[in-house]
């Protein structure tokens, strides 16, 4: 039987006092959820809403302690699931007992569950959140933030795990209009490409430096990399960098500076001024790439912290409409919690499970 201080093991941060005492537990693993991620808080207003004794926690892991992590929860008493996210999402399958079709074909998990019979589920609910944020409008918001996706030239920014899912439901829902993805990595851009084209013939993938000729051709971009994301992001062997004053819509450069240490403030301090000119030349070439741009292009990003990324500052300031990754975590985590991760608990407390979406997503919201 695991405990709190067997998981502390296998995690960079500390659990708060609330996972000792809960008889449910559900988590977020990723490289830093503890710096940044908003799941525990909107996980434990939904869990207060709906009356569950559960606690929701941020799990700091690597690569190196995922397997061990993953081994760890599935033994601890009253473990639900968890979400996952960057860099883990493709690593955690094959720590699974089994996949789900849709994150099969998405290539790439972002919530697990715990079944009754032992064994660990993983699902994707990324596809979902992306097109429900955009779709559906939020509570206190009069309309969604597009009214059809139907016909909408999309560019998609990346080829990770949250851009896997973002191709697939983009091109299940533009109804044969065409989807371009770029990536750092042409190549990772020409697999996804290709594995997406198979059911939806209009993909493709570009380079960054040919994403300029094709912008005054997008009605929407869709930026699904990590780039704009806020924190540092420590690489290993050492290194670190961070991408948040950079534009996803071109080719970044960040400096790679030693990792000296856990604070965060000081790195950045450090990297900032060795990082000027970089952010500079990338916030310029980014401004030129806009003006490219129709006016009715529309720009979403999944990134969600800061709330508002150099991408989408810079296109509201030029006038586009603009989405940030708050609705589309929402959803996503509404998705994960009443079907996925709660849903045997929930009926185990005698409530149906669907009549709770609207409720955990208001709670969810309100948490934000």
């Given at each position: 039987m695991t405990t709190i201080p067997d998981i502390e093991a296998l995690i960079g941060n500390r659990l708060p006092p609330e996972a000792h005492r809960a008889r449910l537990l559900s988590?977020?693993?990723?490289?830093?959820?503890?710096?940044?991620?908003?799941?525990?808080?909107?996980?434990?207003?939904?869990?207060?809403?709906?009356?569950?004794?559960?606690?929701?926690?941020p799990l700091d892991v690597d690569g190196e302690n995922l397997a061990g992590l993953v081994a760890a929860l599935r033994a601890y008493p009253g473990f639900m699931g968890s979400n996952v996210t960057v860099p883990h999402k493709l690593a955690i399958m094959a720590l699974l007992d089994e996949v789900d079709p849709i994150a099969q074909q998405i290539g790439a998990v972002n919530t697990f569950a715990l079944g009754a019979d032992g064994r660990l589920t993983g699902y994707n609910?990324?596809?979902?959140?992306?097109?429900?944020?955009?779709?559906?409008?939020?509570?206190?918001?009069?309309?969604?933030?597009?009214?059809?996706?139907?016909g909408m030239r999309t560019l998609l920014i990346g080829a990770g795990g949250a851009a896997r899912a973002s191709a697939f439901a983009l091109?299940?829902?533009?109804?044969?209009?065409?989807?371009?993805?770029?990536?750092?990595?042409?190549?990772?851009?020409?697999?996804?490409?290709?594995?997406?084209?198979r059911a939806h013939p209009a993909v493709s993938a570009i380079t960054q430096q040919d994403v300029l000729a094709l912008l005054p051709e997008v009605d929407l971009v869709v930026n699904a990399s990590t780039v704009g994301q806020s924190g540092v992001r420590h690489l290993g062997g050492g290194k670190a960098?961070?991408?948040?004053?950079?534009?996803?819509?071109?080719?970044?450069?960040?400096?790679?500076?030693?990792?000296?240490?856990?604070?965060?403030?000081?790195?950045?301090?450090?990297?900032?001024?060795?990082?000027?000119?970089a952010v500079a030349a990338s916030q310029a070439a980014a401004e030129a790439a806009l003006a490219a741009c129709p006016p009715a292009t529309a720009f979403v990003d999944a990134v969600y912290s800061p709330d508002e990324t150099v991408l989408l500052r810079q296109a509201r300031l030029r006038g586009h409409r603009t989405l940030n990754g708050k609705g589309m975590l929402i959803m996503q985590a509404a998705a994960g919690f009443v079907q996925r991760m709660a849903r045997?608990?929930?009926?185990?407390?005698?409530?149906?499970?669907?009549?709770?979406?609207?409720?955990?997503?208001?709670?969810?919201?309100?948490?934000?």
């Open positions: 988590a977020s693993m990723g490289e830093s959820p503890s710096k940044y991620s908003r799941s525990p808080a909107m996980w434990n207003a939904a869990f207060a809403a709906v009356g569950l004794d559960a606690h929701h926690v609910t990324d596809a979902d959140g992306l097109i429900d944020s955009v779709l559906r409008a939020l509570p206190g918001q009069s309309a969604p933030f597009l009214a059809s996706l139907s091109a299940a829902n533009i109804d044969g209009a065409t989807l371009t993805i770029t990536n750092r990595t042409l190549k990772r851009a020409e697999e996804l490409a290709a594995e997406v084209a960098t961070s991408l948040e004053p950079f534009s996803s819509l071109v080719p970044a450069d960040p400096p790679v500076l030693p990792d000296e240490g856990p604070d965060d403030d000081a790195f950045l301090a450090r990297w900032s001024a060795a990082a000027s000119d045997r608990h929930l009926e185990a407390a005698g409530h149906d499970p669907d009549a709770l979406h609207d409720r955990v997503v208001a709670a969810m919201e309100a948490a934000f």
